[in-house]
Protein backbone atom coordinates (compact mmCIF):
# COMPACT_ATOMS: atom_id res chain seq x y z
CA UNK A 1 0.00 0.00 0.00
CA UNK A 2 1.18 3.66 -0.72
CA UNK A 3 1.25 6.49 1.61
CA UNK A 4 -2.03 8.46 0.95
CA UNK A 5 0.50 11.56 1.02
CA UNK A 6 2.09 10.27 -2.08
CA UNK A 7 -0.78 9.17 -4.15
CA UNK A 8 -3.46 11.88 -3.53
CA UNK A 9 -2.38 13.82 -6.06
CA UNK A 10 -2.64 11.42 -8.52
CA UNK A 11 -5.88 10.28 -7.57
CA UNK A 12 -6.90 14.14 -7.40
CA UNK A 13 -6.23 14.34 -10.96
CA UNK A 14 -9.28 12.22 -12.39
CA UNK A 15 -11.38 13.46 -9.08
CA UNK A 16 -11.05 17.00 -9.81
CA UNK A 17 -12.14 16.11 -13.30
CA UNK A 18 -15.16 14.88 -12.57
CA UNK A 19 -14.19 11.18 -11.85
CA UNK A 20 -15.72 9.84 -8.70
CA UNK A 21 -13.24 7.64 -6.18
CA UNK A 22 -14.47 4.05 -5.32
CA UNK A 23 -12.46 3.28 -2.51
CA UNK A 24 -15.12 0.08 -1.25
CA UNK A 25 -16.09 -3.49 -2.85
CA UNK A 26 -19.97 -1.90 -2.13
CA UNK A 27 -19.10 0.76 -4.20
CA UNK A 28 -17.96 -0.76 -7.18
CA UNK A 29 -20.53 -3.36 -6.84
CA UNK A 30 -22.89 -0.48 -6.76
CA UNK A 31 -21.69 1.25 -9.91
CA UNK A 32 -20.76 -1.81 -11.99
CA UNK A 33 -23.78 -3.52 -11.92
CA UNK A 34 -26.14 -0.71 -13.24
CA UNK A 35 -27.49 -2.19 -16.04
CA UNK A 36 -28.37 1.57 -18.03
CA UNK A 37 -26.20 3.95 -19.28
CA UNK A 38 -22.40 4.27 -20.01
CA UNK A 39 -19.50 4.88 -17.75
CA UNK A 40 -15.89 5.08 -17.81
CA UNK A 41 -13.95 3.12 -15.30
CA UNK A 42 -10.37 4.23 -14.80
CA UNK A 43 -7.48 1.89 -12.99
CA UNK A 44 -5.21 4.29 -11.32
CA UNK A 45 -1.76 3.65 -10.24
CA UNK A 46 1.21 5.86 -9.36
CA UNK A 47 3.81 4.22 -12.50
CA UNK A 48 4.82 6.95 -14.96
CA UNK A 49 2.38 5.83 -17.45
CA UNK A 50 -0.51 6.49 -15.72
CA UNK A 51 0.75 9.65 -14.83
CA UNK A 52 2.10 10.70 -18.65
CA UNK A 53 -0.79 8.10 -20.63
CA UNK A 54 -3.56 6.82 -18.81
CA UNK A 55 -4.73 9.66 -17.16
CA UNK A 56 -3.94 12.70 -19.78
CA UNK A 57 -5.48 10.47 -21.97
CA UNK A 58 -8.46 9.40 -20.20
CA UNK A 59 -9.35 13.29 -19.22
CA UNK A 60 -8.81 14.49 -23.09
CA UNK A 61 -10.63 12.00 -24.33
CA UNK A 62 -13.40 13.63 -22.54
CA UNK A 63 -13.00 16.61 -24.75
CA UNK A 64 -15.36 14.90 -27.39
CA UNK A 65 -19.21 15.27 -28.33
CA UNK A 66 -19.76 11.81 -27.39
CA UNK A 67 -19.09 10.43 -24.17
CA UNK A 68 -19.72 8.46 -20.91
CA UNK A 69 -22.39 9.61 -18.59
CA UNK A 70 -20.61 8.27 -15.48
CA UNK A 71 -17.04 8.87 -14.83
CA UNK A 72 -15.24 6.48 -11.72
CA UNK A 73 -12.13 5.26 -11.04
CA UNK A 74 -10.38 2.57 -8.53
CA UNK A 75 -6.87 3.42 -6.99
CA UNK A 76 -3.98 0.27 -7.49
CA UNK A 77 -1.95 -0.54 -4.73
CA UNK A 78 -4.33 1.81 -2.51
CA UNK A 79 -7.58 0.90 -2.28
CA UNK A 80 -6.72 -2.98 -2.96
CA UNK A 81 -10.05 -4.52 -2.23
CA UNK A 82 -12.07 -2.12 -4.35
CA UNK A 83 -9.69 -2.61 -7.12
CA UNK A 84 -9.74 -6.67 -6.86
CA UNK A 85 -13.96 -5.98 -7.07
CA UNK A 86 -13.33 -3.96 -10.15
CA UNK A 87 -11.29 -6.52 -11.84
CA UNK A 88 -14.25 -8.67 -11.18
CA UNK A 89 -15.84 -6.77 -13.48
CA UNK A 90 -12.65 -6.74 -16.26
CA UNK A 91 -12.81 -10.48 -16.47
CA UNK A 92 -11.51 -12.27 -19.04
CA UNK A 93 -8.56 -9.66 -18.88
CA UNK A 94 -5.76 -9.83 -16.31
CA UNK A 95 -5.11 -7.58 -13.54
CA UNK A 96 -3.67 -4.20 -15.84
CA UNK A 97 -2.44 -0.69 -13.65
CA UNK A 98 -3.18 1.29 -15.05
CA UNK A 99 -6.01 0.52 -17.37
CA UNK A 100 -9.15 2.37 -18.68
CA UNK A 101 -12.75 0.52 -19.21
CA UNK A 102 -15.50 1.52 -20.94
CA UNK A 103 -19.05 -0.27 -20.19
CA UNK A 104 -22.27 0.59 -21.71
CA UNK A 105 -25.60 -1.09 -20.11
CA UNK A 106 -24.09 -3.13 -17.27
CA UNK A 107 -21.35 -4.81 -20.01
CA UNK A 108 -17.72 -4.29 -20.62
CA UNK A 109 -17.36 -2.81 -24.60
CA UNK A 110 -14.24 -1.39 -24.15
CA UNK A 111 -10.83 -1.94 -22.63
CA UNK A 112 -6.99 -0.66 -22.92
CA UNK A 113 -4.70 -2.59 -20.63
CA UNK A 114 -1.33 -1.36 -19.48
CA UNK A 115 0.43 -2.48 -22.71
CA UNK A 116 -1.68 -0.05 -24.79
CA UNK A 117 -1.41 2.57 -22.57
CA UNK A 118 2.32 2.22 -21.71
CA UNK A 119 4.72 4.21 -24.47
CA UNK A 120 1.89 5.93 -25.78
CA UNK A 121 1.46 9.57 -25.56
CA UNK A 122 -1.81 10.47 -23.97
CA UNK A 123 -3.00 12.08 -27.87
CA UNK A 124 -3.04 8.42 -29.08
CA UNK A 125 -5.34 6.47 -25.94
CA UNK A 126 -7.57 9.75 -26.37
CA UNK A 127 -8.13 9.00 -30.19
CA UNK A 128 -8.88 5.54 -28.97
CA UNK A 129 -11.40 6.28 -26.42
CA UNK A 130 -12.91 8.78 -28.35
CA UNK A 131 -13.39 6.27 -30.95
CA UNK A 132 -15.00 4.16 -28.02
CA UNK A 133 -17.40 6.93 -27.03
CA UNK A 134 -18.33 7.37 -30.82
CA UNK A 135 -19.15 3.97 -30.72
CA UNK A 136 -21.18 3.51 -27.24
CA UNK A 137 -21.96 6.19 -25.96
Do not use: W
Not at 66 to 73: G, H, I, R, V
Amino acid sequence: MYPIELVRPMQADLTNYGFTSLSTPAEVDNVLNEDEGTMLLVVNSVCGCAAANARPGAKLALQNDKKPEKLFTVFAGVDLEATEKAREYLLPYPPSSPSIALFKNGKLVHFLERHHIEGRPAEIIAANLKMAFDAYC
